[in-house]
């Protein structure tokens, strides 16, 4: 148990804590250290029955940094800090369908995101998470060494630099997607000091310096290894709920098994900072 005060109930052995007796609406100094401390650790928490309107929701968020807009999502109508993760009825496309973690192919990558269930279905639409200071820890001391030296390529290009026609509208502004950044493959965490595999399916290229080709085989490896069901948890949603998950420290794969309902999110993404191995 992290915290004295905190009501913190892991959801798996390796990523994912339900934190109880908090309403994000109204945050101590000490609350909000707390839980970013247990961020740190659990990779993501899970915080149910609330009742935040938009401006609560940026508020809450604005505790823990500085709001990343992102530059390719809907946004609320009133709020563009406040992307929009929507799937209507009559949509058979979802955002996020895939195992990714948001905005690694920034120069900043964002620190982690704050979603917020006010429309789920009645069954389907949970997000798999996967920590990936589990993925780092299971990795042979060989590969570890081999990954210490090496740093990957990341892009927005290839996933929001064209039209995608089962997102429109949802989705656009693909000439904003001209950045490419480089971080390190194996980070250590800023607040926790732990090692962490930073590469990722969704936004991942290649190695610098290497070609894609060559690559492939490791990035595979990496990604297959990263997934195992033991490095996961799964988070069932409920109106109210909202999960705030670290982006240096997990991945995370919205499933798209809920065709002819609607789901609605609200996310906000908090801004980070550089990342050093």
Known sequence: MLSNRLE?????GAVGAEIGG???ADLSDGTVSEIGGALAEYGVVVFRDQTLTEEQHIAAARRFGQIDINRFFAKTERHPEIAL??????????IGGGWHTDHSYDQLPALGSMLYAREVPPAGGDTMFSSMYAAYDALSDGLKETLSG??????????????RDGLKGRVG????ATQDAVHPVAIVHPASGRK?????????LRFDG????????LLSYLYKHATRPEFTCRLNWR??????WDNRSTWHYALNDYQGERRLMHRITIAGGPLHG
């Open 22 to 24: 908090i309403d994000l």
């Open 210 to 217: 290497w070609t894609a080709e060559e690559s492939a085989p």
């Open 173 to 176: 502004n693909p000439e904003l």
């Open 150 to 163: 090496l740093r990957a390529v990341h892009s927005s290009r290839h996933v929001f630099g064209k039209n």
């Open 239 to 244: 109106n109210g709920s909202l999960a705030f």
């Open 85 to 94: 993760v929507v799937k209507e009825p009559d949509q058979t496309v979802n």
């Open 8 to 12: 913190i109930r892991p959801m798996a």
């Open 196 to 204: 962490a595999l930073y590469v990722n399916p969704g936004f991942t």
